[in-house]
């Protein structure tokens, strides 16, 4: 029997390095990324109800900002899941914010990738994981790499997943009360002529190794000079983590967040007293 309620942790994700490629026809960008989840997560919840409903809870400044009507992307991937599976019905669903919102941190990606799984649970609907992806990567570029529970290497526009090897790490999380919108930090990487990082291979080698020195020395991420450019308080942050000790940091994503990576874990609660607000993460969470 299907069960009445099902609970799914959400987790954020950090772009290790963030290599974008060129330009598309369809608007997207070729690019290659390690994705890897961190501890901090929303929780989602889905229970048996007539209609089908989102409620998202959490500190009004996380909230605030989480579209509530069709633009809510668990909304989306509920309506998405519904089409493709024959024993679906209402359902409500609870998201519990944790994730700060358009923080290159993947939240809402999580939020609906976390949706499709628990709803696939709660109907029944016995879809495998490939299914899902197919579903979640037309949501957002981000949703397939979040189903699956571990680090990923991207390459399309998010949606092509290889798994990569990556031992636990020590972060400091830097978020901001604004973000940055995916569509212009790519537009402002065409519009300053699209410079493209190294070869990851090193840091993949590292991250694989646990060597977090040599990891610190090779994050990066091509959006950087662009949005760094235009939100100067985001290249501070970076600066401010190198500066205080961190092994390295890297904006995520198209930002506003910026990473600082630690040697263990003690290292990154005395790096994040010097940050007020930021956040201790391990990326991706030990088992
Ligand atoms: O797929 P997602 O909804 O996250 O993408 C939002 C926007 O970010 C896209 O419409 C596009 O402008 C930009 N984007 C991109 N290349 C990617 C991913 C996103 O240009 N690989």
């Not at 909230?63 to 633009?71: E, F, Q, Y």
């Not at 007293?273 to 007020?276: H, I, K, L, V």
């Given at each position: 029997m299907a069960p009445r309620e099902v609970r799914r942790e959400a987790h954020a994700k950090i772009n290790v390095f963030l290599r974008v490629l060129a330009a598309r026809e369809d608007g997207y960008h070729d690019l290659e990324s390690l994705v890897a989840p961190i501890s901090l997560a929303d929780t989602v919840t889905v229970r048996e109800a007539e209609a089908l409903r989102v409620d998202v809870r959490g500190a009004e400044r996380l909230?605030?900002?989480?579209?509530?009507?069709?633009?809510n992307l668990a909304l989306v991937a509920a309506l998405a899941i519904g089409d493709a599976c024959p024993d679906a019905g209402g359902a409500e669903i609870v998201i519990e914010k944790r994730i700060p919102v358009?923080?290159?941190?993947?939240g809402g990606s999580a939020d609906a990738a976390g949706t499709l799984l628990a709803l696939n649970d709660l109907w029944g609907c016995g879809l495998d994981l490939a299914t899902l992806a197919q579903l979640g990567e037309r949501i957002g570029s981000d949703v397939p790499a979040m189903l699956v529970a571990g680090p990923a290497l991207v390459s399309g526009r998010g949606e092509q997943l290889a798994p990569a090897e990556m031992a636990s790490f020590w972060w400091v999380l830097v978020h901001f009360g604004f973000g940055v919108r995916s569509p212009d930090a790519y537009r402002w990487w065409d519009e300053d002529g699209g410079a493209r990082g190294p070869d990851p291979e090193p840091l993949l080698d590292a991250a694989a190794a646990g060597d977090a020195d040599a990891l610190g020395r090779h994050l990066f991420n091509d959006l950087e000079p662009s949005v760094f450019a235009r939100y100067p308080d985001i290249a501070r942050a970076k600066e401010g983590l190198l500066s205080a000790g961190a092994l390295g940091a890297v904006m995520s994503g198209s930002g506003s967040s910026v990473v600082g990576l630690a040697g263990d874990e003690a290292d990154a609660w005395s790096l994040a007293?010097?940050?007020?607000g930021s956040l201790v993460v391990a990326g991706p969470p030990a088992h």
């Open positions: 909230t605030g900002d989480v579209p509530a009507g069709g633009l358009a923080a290159g941190l993947g007293e010097r940050f007020p």
